[in-house]
């Protein structure tokens, strides 16, 4: 437990930080400047009132060109409190608590191959989301403009079970369907009320409908509306999750959504993107990149592959702008948005050792 990446995590840990929790959020954000400072980085914000982007710079060293651009955050989905219940805890080889996982072992890996960095190495360029558990909403268009610069993306989500790195991911749109109806008394004059939530409800089931034989995930994740049981309802809302393999079910399928109308007459029905995570399919650029990541990992003893993954990070934004992309480089482990969730201390160590291997030898563009 002496070691300053272990140490380092159990700071990010205990400084809890779930979404949309500014001063949570900021406390956090004022410890990792501090060491991305430490670790040779000139450090800048993209300030939001729901929580900063953090954007991390250390120039090119011993004559190394491109630019690097790594991807992680620091919101969890964790509420302030949670480690009363969930506490820090060190078993073995198993490190337990809020967001260990997801992700701030990576920031921590990262941080300590950067320091370990005392060779040449191209630009390092590192975005940190403050809202990415939810979409990343404020951060997509931070995200676009960094990968631009950028010879290569890496991603600092955890990786599929055992270590092994994301090559694509599912899309992932956040969308509302919001109805507004008409308020009447609910028995003296109901005809002259129009029912947001029946209006809504008759709308979620054309919805079910919409997919086909599609294999497109669909969750109503929320619903809520009306006030009183003797009020018809004039307002109603629900928020969908949705996930598509294939870019063509994507857009067909957002498309009919956006065009859903009224059944009743004086309803009014409207939908908009809460988040949009664009499909990322392996393509050759990303398949290049992971190929010389695994040679990498092979020369300092790691085994590694890479696939595509069910689960959506900001790297679908980059990946499917066909930018080099790789993602999964945080240490291995498990439980994911679970109270199991777990970090391996001996995968921490394997990332570090990857991470510092990856600055010195992958310097230079991958188009």
């Known amino acids: 437990m002496s070691s300053p990446v272990i140490a380092a995590l159990h700071r990010y840990t205990h400084a809890e930080s ?4 500014p001063p949570a959020l900021a406390e956090l954000a004022g410890i990792l400047e501090a060491d991305a400072a430490a670790a040779g980085f000139s450090t800048a914000r993209e300030r939001h009132p729901t929580g900063d982007h953090l954007i991390w710079t250390r120039p090119a060293r011993g004559g190394a060109t491109g630019s690097m651009l790594f991807l992680t955050h620091y919101d969890t989905v964790w509420p302030v409190g949670t480690l009363r219940e969930m506490p820090w805890t060190v078993d073995g080889d198993v490190i337990r608590g809020p967001g260990v996982y997801d992700t701030k072992s990576g920031i921590a890996a990262l941080l300590a191959a950067v320091t370990a960095a005392d060779g040449p190495h191209p630009e390092i360029r590192v975005v940190v989301v403050a809202d990415e558990e939810i979409g990343s909403p404020t951060a997509t268009g931070l995200v676009t403009a960094e990968a631009r610069r950028a010879g290569m993306v890496l991603g600092l989500e955890p990786p599929h079970p055992g270590g092994d ?8 749109t956040r969308a509302r369907i919001e109805v507004t109806g008409a308020e009447a008394h609910a028995a003296l004059d109901p005809d002259a009320g129009v029912n947001a939530i029946d209006e809504l409800v008759d709308q979620l089931i054309r919805v079910r409908g919409l997919r086909g034989d599609r294999p497109v995930l669909v969750n109503t994740g929320t619903i809520a509306g ?32 956006a065009a859903l109308r009224p059944i009743r007459p004086r309803a009014v029905v409207a939908t908009r993107l809460l988040s949009h995570r664009p499909t990322w399919r392996p393509a050759p650029a990303g398949d290049d990149l992971l190929a010389r990541i695994v040679a990498v990992a092979a020369g300092i003893g790691q085994s ?38 777990w970090v391996s201390v001996a995968g921490i160590a394997e990332r570090v050792t990857l991470l510092t291997a990856l600055l010195a030898t992958l310097p230079g563009p991958c188009r």
Do not use: I
């Open 304 to 341: 590694l592959d890479g696939r595509p993954a069910d689960g959506a990070a900001d790297t679908n934004t980059t990946g499917a702008l066909g930018h080099p992309t790789v993602d999964g480089l945080a240490p291995r482990g498990g439980g994911a948005h679970a109270r199991t969730e």
């Open 165 to 172: 790195l994301k090559t694509g991911r599912r899309g992932s």
């Open 18 to 21: 779930p979404t949309g929790d």
């Open 226 to 257: 009306g006030g009183r049981t003797n009020v018809v309802a004039g307002q109603a809302h629900a928020d969908l999750g949705l996930r598509f393999a294939d870019p063509d079910d994507e857009r067909a399928v957002l498309a009919e959504l």
